[in-house]
């Protein structure tokens, strides 16, 4: 694949430091001879070749190198020659023996009397010398490198057209080296050497001092002029090839989604994880302050990454990191020179996120807090079709929910809905609620949703006393008030809303919303339980089978276990095949949970990040999504899921 190769050394001005005889050098040199590929190199070629590589040894890596080493021949050895004295300039120009080489080479593609090119039209060789001579801060010297190949299909094959390229991305050359664009000064010449044509540019700030370059900003020049250099290029690879980088991306992205979908829902049952992941909730006993990664001691560091290891060990992992692996690669070749290292998913700094996730599985296992695995739960919450629906509110709910009509028709039916609402339907306004709530046929609106549902709740409504319950739980600023929603959820549970007994129980487990009390949350989970809830049944039989609340019963939690298993839950089923070797459940749920959890980091990174591409923040991220929001939009289902009330398998 073609490639822009950019090396970027600087030279220190000042004292007896000069760099005018530089400038001189590329501003005055030919291209070299092109001489018959067949014609072995002479001895003394061989001879500097053998000096260079030896006090140079990075000089090996160069492209000329490699041609060299492929086929030694005289043009090969003299291109090598060349780019090797140049990119090695402070200490050629302090060597006798490789100056008087030097004086020896013909002279550059000019431009005049000389081939160098800047912001000027016409550049004055001496006066720039002499700028340099007086000059006391360090000056950059960028060495651009294209294949000969390359440059002529590109049409990069003459210095007027690298003169333009250079002028058009001046600015951002500048910026990447933290130089403002009234201080930036830089000169250039383009030398067409060999099987590697390439530009020398010099550039330096007026200010000495403020200019640095780090890797990242040079890698921000090189994705700059690559997408320049290679810009038609893309477009026709996107336009020709099946496999252009954003189908590769497309495809690449359903492939890693249907992987994370599997992975979110396997149940893995691995005993050197849980041990792993015990024997960090032991070491976590010790460590005092912040409980990341970053702040944790060597020792628990290496379990952390022990546990990823093995974590990436599962077949699963494996191949969605390896397809992610795949991509990113890809993607990245369009410009880097050298081809991804694939690392250990525990070294991989795109994943970081995963060893606080191990980090805080751990930290729940050592304080002993209990799990919610209801992911779905979520889909049949709250149901469709409320008892004793007026004929006029069935009608407009079935419209409203019809996808396959106009959004047109269904605007009209959730105006004829508000009215029906401002008319005194409970149902009407409960659906109303649902809708304001959630969005997309109407821009979501928490304070709307609230009024609604309130007046259904007084009507005495369980599922909007409910809704209400939840709503007023949430993380909403708007129209979170916990004391008022808990009330509302005990009232919609006297009214016979299980739902509402499932979440009383949940919250007064965590002591999040309530002052924590077990013994209730047992009493409201029974209550559930018995009427058939079997997230209930399932949350009863781990409070049995750990003696939360109640008394510690193995019979009694397989009994509930059974109830809940009996209608899909795959958890409950998990317990009752395993309650002859039955293990505290956090331990026993930690590898399922922290698939769950790669699952999601997997899904928001399955668009790679490339070196020119546009990484969006996280705070940015959710202001677009609160705006898309705002606008009527569903929210994105790539964004991520954390913090949207808690994990979804987890203690919201």
């Known amino acids: 694949m073609a490639r822009l190769i950019l090396k970027s050394p600087y030279l220190k001005c000042g004292g007896r430091n000069s760099v005018s005889g530089y400038l001189q050098y590329i501003g005055t040199r030919e291209r070299v001879e092109i001489l018959p590929d067949d014609r072995p190199p002479t001895r003394k070629q061989e001879q500097l070749v053998s000096k260079l590589t030896k006090d140079f040894p990075e000089a090996k890596e160069l492209g000329e190198y490699l041609d060299y080493e492929a086929k030694p021949t005289k043009a090969n050895a003299s291109a090598f020659i060349t780019r090797a004295l140049e990119e090695n ?6 060597s006798e023996g490789y100056m008087k080489y030097i004086a020896t080479r013909p002279r550059a593609e000019r431009l005049g009397d000389h081939g160098l090119f800047g912001d000027e039209d016409t550049v004055d060789l001496e006066q720039a010398m002499r700028e340099l001579d007086q000059y006391n801060g360090n000056v950059w010297t960028h060495i651009l490198s294209l294949k000969r190949e390359d440059t002529a299909r590109l049409g990069y094959d003459n210095a007027k057209v690298w003169r333009n390229l250079l002028r058009a991305n001046r600015n951002d050359i500048a910026a990447a080296m933290n130089i403002p664009p009234n201080h930036f000064r830089w000169y250039a010449a383009y030398h067409d050497e060999g099987d590697h044509p390439h530009v020398h540019m010099m550039a330096w700030s007026t200010q000495p001092g403020e200019a640095y370059l780090t890797r990242d900003g040079i890698r921000k020049i090189k994705s700059q002029l690559s997408n320049q250099i290679f810009r038609q290029e893309l477009l026709h690879t996107y336009e020709q090839k099946s496999q252009s980088r954003d189908e590769l991306v497309r495809e690449a992205r359903r492939t890693i989604r249907k992987l994370t979908q599997e992975m979110a829902r396997s149940i893995c049952t691995e005993p050197a994880i849980e041990q792993k ?7 976590l006993e010790t460590v005092k302050g912040k409980k990341s990664y970053g702040y944790l001691p060597k020792s628990v560091k290496k379990t952390v990454d022990e546990v990823v290891d093995k974590l990436e060990d599962l077949p699963v992992v494996r191949a969605c990191y390896a397809r992610w692996c795949a991509l990113q690669s890809e993607v990245e070749s369009y410009y880097h020179d050298k081809t991804r290292e694939r690392k250990k998913l525990s070294q991989e700094k795109e994943f970081r996120q995963i060893k606080n996730a191990v980090i805080q599985e751990a930290e729940r296992i050592r304080l002993g807090e209990v799990t919610f695995e ?7 919450d709250e149901p469709e079709q409320v008892r004793g629906e007026s004929y006029a509110c069935r009608e407009l709910r079935q419209i409203v929910r019809d996808d396959t009509l106009s959004l047109t028709d269904r605007d009209r039916a959730a105006e004829e809905m508000e009215r029906l609402a ?16 959630d969005g997309p046929l109407l821009i979501p609106d928490s304070r709307k949703a609230k009024h609604w549902f309130n ?3 007084e009507h005495g409504l369980p599922e909007a006393q409910y809704a209400l319950g939840k709503l007023l739980l949430s993380d909403d600023s708007e129209v979170r008030d916990p004391e008022e929603g808990i009330r509302w959820l005990k009232e919609a549970a006297e009214n016979g809303s299980q739902r509402a007994a499932y979440r009383l129980g949940k919250e007064y487990l965590t002591g999040d919303a309530v002052t924590k009390d077990t013994s209730k949350a047992a009493e409201w989970f029974t209550q559930s339980a018995e009427a058939g809830i079997q997230y209930a049944q399932y949350m009863l039989g781990k409070l049995y089978l750990m003696g939360q609340g109640v008394a510690q019963d193995q019979t009694q939690a397989m009994d509930w276990f059974s109830r809940s298993a009996a209608q899909g839950n795959q958890y409950a089923q998990f317990f009752l095949e395993r309650q002859d070797s039955l293990r505290p459940p956090s331990v026993m749920l930690a590898a399922t949970r922290l698939l769950y959890h790669i699952s999601q980091i997997f899904e928001n990174r399955s668009l790679p990040r490339s070196s020119a591409g546009l990484h969006v923040d996280r705070k940015l991220r959710r202001k677009i999504q609160e705006k898309k929001i705002a606008l009527g939009h569903k929210p994105d289902d790539h964004e991520e899921e954390q913090n949207q009330g808690g994990m979804v398998m987890g203690w919201m």
């Open 422 to 437: 401002e008319q005194g339907d409970p149902h009407a306004q409960y659906l109303l609620g649902q809708l304001y709530r």
């Open 277 to 283: 992941i015990a024997q960090l909730a032991e070491q």
């Open 89 to 94: 300039w402070p200490a050629v120009q302090q």
């Open 374 to 380: 209801d992911a779905d739960l979520s889909d049949h």
């Open 455 to 457: 007046q259904a709740a």
